[in-house]
């Protein structure tokens, strides 16, 4: 194990970070995605610094596969998008690069400061940001060319003693961003670590600034709850926290509802995570479907004059119980048009045949029968 430090005010050397070698840390280098490898190479080939950051870091010593891949550089985004040609800036107010490779997408980040809080936009240095991350396991940077782990927080600490401990003080870490609030649940599930009890404490005493939440944040990370193969154990815990409602109020309400109700939405959950689980399919509008059935089940009872009226009452049921998350209209019309059934069509009422009126017989002195004066004789007469 080495130490990394860094002088300080008064000119001596302060302790900065523990650095993990191989050994002790135990990523294995040939998990690691050679294209993230060949981002960070060209990098330091260029004079900047690179490491692999968050979430992968973070299943690599779990043993997992990662996902998604997040870099972080000393490298500013117009730098880093001249580096890469199949790339470009995103974001308003934190921008960052995509840089694409083949498929996949790598995003690459620029090291920010905690000058201006933890939401801040302000570039930095590493040490900055790795305080400026939500939980410890977060917060280690891994360098896969020198195969060493850099730890400001303690973070590989926390996570063998399988604790998910926040970086940022508890009186402002869900303050800044109530969003924190459903990643620390979601971790605690997908990882089976525990959140200590003052956090625990300030979750749920936070939980109502949720509800003023982005709702395109919000969105997205539904959209990882669905994909996550944990689905039902983090919509329980989030339900258990309070915060189910200012994300999820169609599904939370329906947990409440009844016994009937809530063991319905709970079987929908179980087999959304069967099917991700068997089949690894990640269509937003086929998740979506295990969790609407009900919504859109209940929607075809009501009366409609022709299966396209009945369509549309469930595609509006369907957004009103997403509401207040906006998927994509595409992909909510998917999950409607997979579970939903057409009603029988009307039976048109019949019409009784109307009875044709006989004519009545030709009376004896009809002329039809007996002639009249206008018959001619017949020739030869």
Do not use: C, W
Request: charged residues 30%; without cysteine.
């Amino acid at each position: 194990m080495l130490v990394r430090y860094q002088n300080g005010p008064d000119g001596k050397p302060v302790k900065k970070a523990i650095v993990y070698t191989e050994r002790e840390h135990g990523i294995d280098p040939d998990a690691v995605d050679p294209d993230a490898v060949r981002i960070i190479e060209r990098l330091r080939r260029s004079g900047h610094s690179a490491y692999i950051v968050g979430g992968a870091v973070r299943d690599l010593i779990l043993g997992r596969a990662p996902k998604d891949y997040d870099i972080v550089t000393d490298a500013e985004p117009p730098r880093i998008k001249k580096l890469f040609y199949r790339s470009r800036i995103i974001g308003k107010r934190f921008r960052l690069v995509h840089v694409y490779v083949g498929e996949r997408i790598y995003e690459v980040s620029t090291f920010r400061s905690i000058a201006n809080g933890t939401v801040g936009n302000t570039y930095g240095t590493i040490d900055d940001d790795a305080k400026r991350r939500d939980f410890s396991m977060n917060a280690l940077y891994f360098d896969p060319l020198d195969r060493k782990l850099v730890d400001y927080v303690g973070g590989l600490k926390d996570m063998r003693a399988k604790r998910i401990v926040p970086v940022i003080p508890l009186k402002t870490i869900f303050a800044e961003d109530p969003v924190r609030m459903i990643r620390a649940v979601k971790y605690a599930e997908a990882t089976g670590f525990t959140i200590p009890f003052l956090t625990r404490h300030a979750i749920k005493r936070h939980a109502p600034l949720l509800s003023g939440a982005s709702v395109s944040r919000l969105g997205e990370e539904a959209t990882k709850i669905l994909y996550s193969g944990n689905a039902r154990r983090i919509i329980d815990s989030l339900q258990r926290y309070g915060l189910l409602s200012a994300i999820m109020p169609g599904v939370g309400a329906r947990l409440l509802a009844g016994t009937a109700a809530a063991a319905s939405m709970r079987s929908s959950l179980d087999q959304l995570d069967s099917y991700v689980a068997d089949t690894g399919d990640k269509t937003l509008g086929a998740l979506l479907s295990f969790v609407l059935k009900d919504a859109v089940s209940a929607a075809q009872a009501i009366p409609a004059e022709d299966a396209q009226d009945a369509y549309r009452n469930a595609l509006e049921a369907a957004r009103e119980f997403l509401s207040p998350l906006t998927m994509p209209r595409i992909e909510v019309e998917a999950a409607v048009h997979a579970v939903f059934t057409a009603p029988e069509p009307k039976q048109k009422p019949k019409r009784p045949r109307r009875r044709r009126r006989r004519k009545s017989p030709t009376s004896p002195g009809d002329p039809a029968i007996h002639g009249g004066a206008e018959d001619k004789p017949r020739d030869g007469n």
